[in-house]
T-cell receptor, first 113, second 115 residues
Framework: GNSVTQMEGPVTLSEEAFLTINCTYTATGYPSLFWYVQYPGEGLQLLLKATKADDKGSNKGFEATYRKETTSFHLEKGSVQVSDSAVYFC????????????FGTGTKLQVIP | GAVVSQHPSRVICKSGTSVKIECRSLDFQATTMFWYRQFPKKSLMLMAT?????????EQGVEKDKFLINHASLTLSTLTVTSAHPEDSSFYIC???????????FGQGTRLTVV
């Protein structure tokens, strides 16, 4: 079946540091890949997505590239801010008739001033 | 993007009572809705998938008689936690998808506390 593996947290960075959160997946077919962000006390928000190989999703300075050869979708940001502190979930959507989303375990990011 | 509204955001109930959580798609027709449960410091666990007008499909290990899901219209799904117990305390999140979108959109979540 489908699965998503992402690096364990928590990740603590200083403001303006470079961020990488690794994510790899196992899936059949051609899934869509997502990064969701959950701020404290809130629900999930879609951060970015990529629907086919070599696509790059980007939003709010975050980027991730769909790498089919390495089955990866690593999240990166060049300069993090305190406001980026949240839990980040890598996720995979199957290509079936309905979008059943499989989530990774989440990585908590804490950015300190 | 599309908006999914979940209500209530927080609820406290007594052990043995039932609680209903609503999930509405505000500006699109949700042909499929999903209910997740999030345990502290862990990922989201898919509980069930519902398609409008049909019975929900529950994931293995989820008690369908305890977690009643109704998807009566294209814009509303409800999750009822029956005879709640403290171990049911959790964060419940719904998501909804229209066939025209690649991703599912999430509600704000409901923090359930059973005392």
């Amino acid at each position: 079946g489908n699965s998503v593996t992402q690096m364990e947290g928590p990740v603590t960075l200083s403001e303006e540091a470079f961020l990488t959160i690794n994510c790899t997946y196992t899936a059949t077919g051609y899934p869509s890949l997502f990064w969701y962000v959950q701020y404290p006390g809130e629900g999930l928000q879609l951060l970015l997505k990529a629907t086919k190989a070599d696509d790059k999703g980007s939003n709010k300075g975050f980027e991730a590239t769909y790498r089919k050869e390495t089955t990866s979708f690593h999240l990166e940001k060049g300069s993090v801010q305190v406001s980026d502190s949240a839990v980040y979930f890598c996720a995979l959507g199957n290509s079936g008739g309905y979008q059943k989303v499989t989530f990774g375990t989440g990585t908590k990011l804490q950015v300190i001033p | 993007g599309a908006v999914v509204s979940q209500h209530p955001s927080r609820v406290i109930c007594k052990s043995g009572t039932s609680v209903k959580i609503e999930c509405r798609s505000l500006d699109f027709q949700a042909t499929t809705m999903f209910w997740y449960r999030q345990f502290p410091k862990k990922s989201l666990m898919l509980m069930a998938t519902s398609n409008e007008g049909s019975k929900a499909t529950y994931e293995q290990g989820v008690e369908k008689d305890k977690f009643l899901i109704n998807h009566a219209s294209l814009t509303l799904s409800t999750l009822t936690v029956t005879s709640a117990h403290p171990e049911d305390s959790s964060f419940y999140i719904c998501s909804a998808r229209d066939q025209g979108f690649a991703e599912a959109f999430f509600g704000q979540g409901t923090r359930l506390t059973v005392v």
